[in-house]
RNA sequence: GCGCCAGUAGCUCAGCUGGAUAGAGCAACGGACUUCUAAUCCGUAGGCCGGGGGUUCGAAUCCCUCCUGGCGCACCA
């Protein structure tokens, strides 16, 4: 807010410079932020330096002429200085920081980012395990970054559609249907091996036992997979879903693989695909020439066995989200999933739409640590963690703090001995206890006698301790913040930004007393304070998903 | 061999579009509770931003190259 009101006031200014030549238009590219270090200013632009660049010129001349004609502005601004190789800083008037705390408090929970991407629709794919097992810790990670990635972005005015995809036929399907036949024949005495490159995991026996007490040992002779099939995926579905509600993750369609056959459009993509001659026969399969797309070597969609590889139901898919006319689509991945992109993209093209309307996420893995050792995980010993256990760990708010903790691109080191700790360190409860020791200044305000009072009458003005106007800078930054970390898809700002915050109070709190009795308009003041960083605390929190608790 | 991601303090990681003196948490060390919640704070220490070249007013950030780690490179998903 306050950074476009400067920036409308700059470009003002360069726009006068142009006309009266002195720097050129093409200088407009410079920018304006905040500086790193203390004492130079809120904001800073390298608007000279940039010009200087173009028309070999000092640049702090250049900056000399610009603070001259923004001296003249003075509504904002109160001290101009130029620094080192030709930066112009700016001081603003404490009442200009002063000024954001009504806003701030008037607009409540709603105080945050403008709705930039207003009307916009947005679809977000994510998660999209097939029902083979219980969600594992990297399943975890993609969860909450995709479900926070959704917050932000309705957060932003976009219109977000969360969704599953998922594939419950195929080879995966069949191994899992005999591994619970497996585990059942076992369990009602018929001695049997599981099949090869079965599924090792207890929750097969789990499955099986539920089977075995409803149906007995009905289905002892059958040869037929699809009942024990259809038994293991209704059962994983709901354990899935009681994870993602757990962590409290809704989707608003789960789409089942199943539809783009059943509907004509994988046979419709094939054919689209062959009348541009992009489609060819060899060794029995069916191959998709992406060399023709710049890619390193074609790939088979169409197996020997008549069987489709994921490819192609994956090309079938985009082209579906695209015909339902969203104006962006996200697909948030595993970083093992990254051989399929090039591939989906090609496919996208070749059928007539836009790759650039599509942007995949890839997050590394997660790996756990415990008494500083890393614990090893394997699906097929079925010898992972899974999500449900980390819940029970840790809780939810722990969970989620700590998956967005780190940014996708990076692999993310679990810490359970961090997590688990129930004070200090852990900085879930740092951000938390922020906001519950807010909660109770204001209540103990009340007991006390020293309400805040109306905010039209408190005299902010009083406000001017180097750590007020600090936390007020970064509370007005917040709006910002959230929109850039949005667009981005980078909640993991957000949660720096949350501890930042935190700890600016926390500092404050034991330098300055908030409520005093000697002095009321002081205190009135500080209490409204208070007031706007429980509001931007409790914002951020829950934008990430994470509670933010009154009292700890 | 090829592709993607990463390499920043002892450890885990931020660092946005290239900006000024490189940041946080944890660990270490030394302090602060008769006071609004000490799940807190203050201070100290800790760095060839993997190495080497380049681009420019200016590089952790961009380009090239090499090294190390992770993940891929299926007629698995």
Not at 170 to 199: F, I, N, T
Request: hydrophobic share 40%.
């Amino acid at each position: 807010m306050i950074r476009k009101r400067l920036k409308e006031v700059l470009d003002r200014c360069f726009a006068a410079g142009v006309k009266e030549g002195i720097w050129p238009a093409e200088a407009a590219d410079y920018t304006i932020e905040k500086p790193k270090h203390e004492g130079l200013g809120d904001f800073s632009t390298n608007l000279a330096m940039v010009a200087a660049g173009r028309v070999r010129k000092n640049p702090r001349e250049l900056a000399g002429r610009l603070r001259e004609m923004l001296n003249k502005e003075c509504d904002l601004i109160d001290k101009i200085e130029i620094a080192g190789p030709g930066f112009v800083n700016f001081f603003l008037k404490n009442e200009v920081w002063q000024g954001v705390l009504p806003d701030i408090c008037r607009r409540d929970k709603d105080y945050g980012p403008e709705a930039a991407g207003a009307g916009k629709k947005v679809l977000v794919e994510f998660v999209s395990a097939n029902p083979t097992g219980p969600l594992s810790i990297g399943h975890g990670r993609q969860a909450v970054l995709g479900d926070a990635i959704c917050r932000l972005l309705s957060a932003v005015g976009f219109e977000v559609s969360r969704e599953y995809y998922y594939n419950d036929a195929g080879r995966q399907m069949r191994v899992l249907a005999g591994s619970l036949r497996a585990r059942y024949l076992e369990l009602s005495g018929v001695p049997c091996e599981l099949p090869e490159d079965g599924y090792q995991g207890e929750y097969i026996y789990d499955i099986a036992r539920d089977l075995l007490s409803e149906v007995g040992d009905s289905l002892r002779n059958s040869d037929d997979l699809a009942p024990f099939q259809k038994r293991a995926e209704q059962a994983i579905f709901k354990d899935i879903n009681g994870t993602l509600e757990r962590l409290g993750i809704k989707f608003d369609n789960y789409y089942n693989e199943h539809t783009l056959y059943d509907d004509g459009h994988i046979d419709d993509v094939v054919a689209k695909l062959r009348a541009q001659g992009l489609v060819y026969e060899k060794d029995g399969a069916v191959w998709f020439k992406t060399t023709n797309f710049g890619l390193e070597k074609d790939r088979v969609i169409i197996k020997s066995s008549g069987e489709p590889t994921y490819r192609l139901p994956d090309i079938a898919y985009h082209r579906e989200k695209f015909r339902r006319g969203y104006d962006w689509l996200v697909d948030i991945f595993g970083a093992d999933h990254i051989a399929t992109v090039p591939d989906v993209m090609a496919g996208i093209k070749a059928l007539g739409y836009d790759p650039d309307m599509v942007t995949v996420v890839l997050h590394q893995f997660v790996t756990l640590m415990r008494d500083g050792k890393q614990v090893k995980m394997s699906t097929r010993k079925a010898t992972f963690v899974t999500v449900d256990e980390l819940l029970d760990e840790v809780g939810v708010d722990v969970a989620r703090f700590f998956f967005l903790m780190r940014k996708a691109d990076s692999q993310l080191e679990f810490d359970l001995d961090l997590a688990t700790r129930q004070s200090q360190e852990n900085p879930v409860y740092y951000v938390q206890y922020a906001h519950a020791r807010l909660t109770s200044i204001m209540k103990q305000a009340v007991e006390n006698g020293v309400a805040a009072g109306e905010l039209s009458e408190a005299r902010l003005g009083l406000l001017v301790q180097p750590e007020e106007l600090e936390l007020l800078r970064t509370m007005a930054a917040y709006p910002g913040l959230v929109q850039k970390a949005a667009v981005d898809l980078a909640p993991h700002r957000l949660v720096f930004y949350l501890q930042e915050l935190a700890a600016a109070f926390h500092s404050y709190y034991n330098k300055h007393r908030i409520i005093s009795a000697e002095e009321v308009e002081l205190s009135r003041a500080r209490l409204w304070l208070a007031h706007g960083l429980r509001i931007v605390l409790y914002n951020g929190l829950t934008l990430i998903g994470v509670r933010a608790p009154e009292a700890m």
